[in-house]
């Protein structure tokens, strides 16, 4: 197992120095989903929320909050993402009687430094609003699952998550 980069010598937080790291295509795919009630996903995928358009607006908070990144996440570079995209899967119910909705967010760059926290936060975020969103008719939803599933790039090369 590699040392952890966030600390120096004396065991203290820093931001990792990229200076001297070549600047690759990068890729950070994540995925992540909240569970709900039946009748929750249903007033999702009828449009009749009373906030609005649900996964329309938390595909946007998503991409907004790969953007904002590094204003989150204390040792995170700010990065010029080249690429992100927000994707939702709605699920029917299943035999435990949760529906769900699953997200997968990708995002790309060109740079020094991988792209996976920024896919993470993407993830986490659009849950989150979809929470938002629905917490008047289901405050016992349950987000889940948030993991990297794929990073390419880089000195490391590609890495895809098995589980």
Do not use: W
């Amino acid at each position: 197992m590699n040392a952890l980069t966030h600390f120096d010598a004396q065991g203290q937080a820093h931001m990792v120095d990229v200076a001297g790291k070549a600047a690759t295509h990068r890729i950070g795919i994540a995925g992540g989903r909240i569970e709900m009630l039946p009748a929750t996903l249903a007033i999702i995928e009828a449009g009749t929320a009373k906030k609005g358009d649900v996964l329309a607006i938390a595909r946007i908070a998503g991409i907004m909050a790969a953007k904002k990144t590094s204003e989150l996440i204390p040792l995170c570079h700010p990065l010029a993402l080249t690429h992100v995209a927000v994707d939702f899967d709605v699920k029917q119910a299943d035999d435990t009687g949760a529906a769900s909705v699953f997200c997968r967010a990708t995002v790309e760059t060109v740079g020094a430094t991988g792209v996976e926290m920024e896919a993470l936060t993407a993830v986490q975020v659009a849950l989150l609003t979809i929470y938002d969103m629905c917490k008047a008719v289901d405050r016992g939803m349950l987000i889940t699952d948030c993991k990297l599933l794929e990073k390419h790039g880089g000195k490391s090369g590609s890495f895809v998550n098995g589980t």
